[in-house]
């Protein structure tokens, strides 16, 4: 049985409220990192979560709400947003002994996962990168992982693009006018894009 909890982190005068799935029988554990619009129920995500779920690994959903003051700069926002993040991901660990871990991110959330690895020693067993920012790149060769984008992603230049199909290959899946949202004009398109991501990411994680 699924249970779904908030867990509350108080940090910086501020509590960050972050949503966990978990179930007994769990050994994985599974964090999403969203974009900076802070939503993880977008189609891709949503169906990603769906699957874990019925492959018995808790989830955990991050949230950047009160995380962030316009007026910090970027750095004191990403420190923020990084201490908030690794106590939620502890705090989830307590009593239980997962074996593998899992970090899907979008847009924003590509910078705050590897970030994270980085500065608090996590590791991950697999890691998605849907949407990448070209600020994002540069972790992809310490962190590899699937790396799922668009040719028409604005946050992503066509030539970055290019380079990263031709360095990581068989991971890397690229959406023909497919934007930042992993969407295009066409509905149909879109639809379809979304399938794709969803049963490349299943492939990946079943490897």
Do not use: W
Request: hydrophobic share 35%; aromatic share 10%.
């Amino acid at each position: 049985m699924i249970s779904v909890s908030n867990i509350k982190i108080e940090l910086y005068n501020q509590i960050s409220e972050h949503i966990f799935y978990s179930q007994p029988e769990s050994n994985c554990l599974t964090v999403i990192f969203p974009g900076g619009n802070n939503s993880t129920k977008t189609p891709i995500l949503h169906y990603c979560r769906k699957h874990l779920l019925e492959n018995h690994s808790d989830f955990l959903s991050i949230s950047y709400k009160n995380l962030i003051v316009s007026e910090d700069s970027v750095e004191v926002k990403l420190e923020k947003v990084i201490s908030a993040v690794y106590e939620a991901i502890k705090k989830v660990q307590e009593g239980k002994n997962y074996t593998k871990k899992v970090f899907i991110s979008r847009s924003f959330g590509n910078i705050v996962s590897n970030e994270i690895k980085i500065k608090e020693s996590i590791t991950a067993d697999k890691c998605i990168y849907i949407a990448p920012t070209d600020e994002a790149v540069k972790y992809f060769e310490t962190y590899p992982g699937l790396i799922i984008t668009g040719t028409k992603d604005s946050y992503l230049p066509v030539e970055q693009v290019n380079i990263i199909k031709e360095k990581y290959k068989d991971d890397v899946l690229v959406f023909e006018n497919g934007n930042h949202s992993i969407e295009s004009d066409d509905m149909s398109d879109t639809l379809d894009f979304c399938k794709k991501a969803v049963l490349k990411i299943i492939d990946y994680l079943e490897m």
